[in-house]
């Protein structure tokens, strides 16, 4: 089998751990005699598979009881459309760090009020907007952030200023890539493909007394978040085996990695690695403002596309994958997820300084 650096933004590697134990697993799972994905979500089984995921993520992140754990389908993009359904009554501050939020504001704006509260539209979001508190409107109900922008690879250091409004956040990029005070947050949501598991599970996490300040006019039980609440997420039939992975995801981080301060530093590593080379390069740059820089997404330039592309197309031939920029951007972008290995880094980093040398 050849081995390869996968260094997708998403859907994204996954540890060697998970998918083996999930392998070893697939034909017979916990003595069921069969596959979780054929179990019926009714099942002893699966609910016990269910449970124990959730109380993985709750011991992960420390997550107190005033917080729901809920597994939904539909992706970031469908909480781009149901926090406004639920939650804009009178308006929301939304901070624009480029297309995730871009996405969020047109689909609040069709389903209420919304204030710019900060934008770094202007430097092509290489920066995460400072905002104080004057800058947000007084009458709106939440301000909500995409934490990581995985396009274009800047992260929030601090959170916002909020007083007397929620705080609603898309991790998708950033979950459990450090350690989580979700006490910070009345919501948070992350598509599962880039740190938690296989594409097709949204984990969201909720504080409970949101939930009493809902729309009274959300259109469909599926839209609702309460729905998943008082269902345990089993309103409809869940995606069971995304639900399984997850579980297996936080299960290595838990027990193999050691919890989410571990994985922490072995990001940092990772990150350390590639910005150091970045940094001293005369080939590459990574055009983000320094302090705003993201853990796991780097995107980086030769600065002449032709050179891009030659990079690009070498380092497929040599093993990297999916170093391609988003199509919005171009470039070059590695994403170092968790599920990433430090000698993937490494390598990566040798890789660079040889073609950079060859080219000099
Ligand atoms: C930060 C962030 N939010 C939301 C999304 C959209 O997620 P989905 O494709 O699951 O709808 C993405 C996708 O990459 C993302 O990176």
């Known amino acids: 089998m050849s081995k390869v650096y996968n260094f997708s933004a998403g859907p994204a590697c996954m540890p060697e751990w998970v998918l083996k134990t999930a392998a070893d ?5 916990r003595g069921s005699g069969m596959s979780v994905m ?16 959730k109380d993985t993520i709750r011991r992960l992140a420390s997550i107190p009881e005033d917080y729901e754990i809920l597994f939904l389908q539909g992706g970031g993009n469908l909480q781009f459309s149901m926090v406004p359904m639920n939650f804009n009554k009178n308006g929301a501050d939304i ?31 290489t920066y995460i907007p400072k905002i104080t508190q004057e800058d947000l409107d007084p009458d709106t109900d939440y301000v909500y952030i995409c934490e990581n922008n995985t396009i274009y690879g ?3 250091k601090n959170l916002p200023p909020h007083e007397g409004k929620r705080l609603i956040a898309d991790l998708s990029s950033c979950i459990f890539t450090e350690p989580l005070d979700v006490t910070q947050y009345d919501m948070i949501f992350a598509g599962a493909q880039k740190n938690l598991g296989p594409a097709g599970v949204t984990l969201v996490i909720i504080k409970k007394d949101l939930l009493d ?5 959300i259109p469909s039980a599926m839209l609702d978040y309460k729905t998943y609440v008082d269902h345990d997420s089993m309103y409809n039939t869940p995606p069971t085996y995304g639900i399984y992975m997850v579980g297996l995801v936080c299960k290595w981080l838990e027990e193999q990695i050691g919890g989410l301060e571990n994985m922490e530093k072995i990001n940092q590593e990772k990150a350390g690695l590639l910005y150091d080379y970045l940094d001293n390069s005369k080939m590459f740059s990574n055009p983000v403002a320094v302090e705003d820089r993201s853990l796991v997404n780097i995107p980086f330039v030769t600065g002449d596309p032709e050179l ?18 988003h199509r919005t951007v171009g470039g070059m972008r590695a994403s170092i997820y968790n599920a990433m290995p430090v000698e993937g880094v490494k390598a990566l980093v040798d890789f660079m300084k040889a073609f950079e040398e060859e080219h000099a």
């Open 25 to 29: 697993e697939m034909l017979d799972a």
């Open 38 to 53: 054929e179990m019926s979500h009714r099942s002893k089984a699966f609910e016990s598979i269910l449970q124990e995921t």
């Open 95 to 125: 901070i624009n760090t480029g297309q995730w939020t871009k996405k969020a504001i047109a689909e609040a704006k069709k389903l209420g009020r919304v204030h710019l509260a900060g934008d770094s539209s202007d430097k092509t979001f």
């Open 154 to 156: 800047t992260k929030y």
């Open 213 to 217: 300040e809902q729309r009274d006019d």
């Open 308 to 325: 891009d592309k030659e990079f690009i197309a070498k380092a497929k031939e040599a093993g990297f994958e999916n170093l391609k920029g």
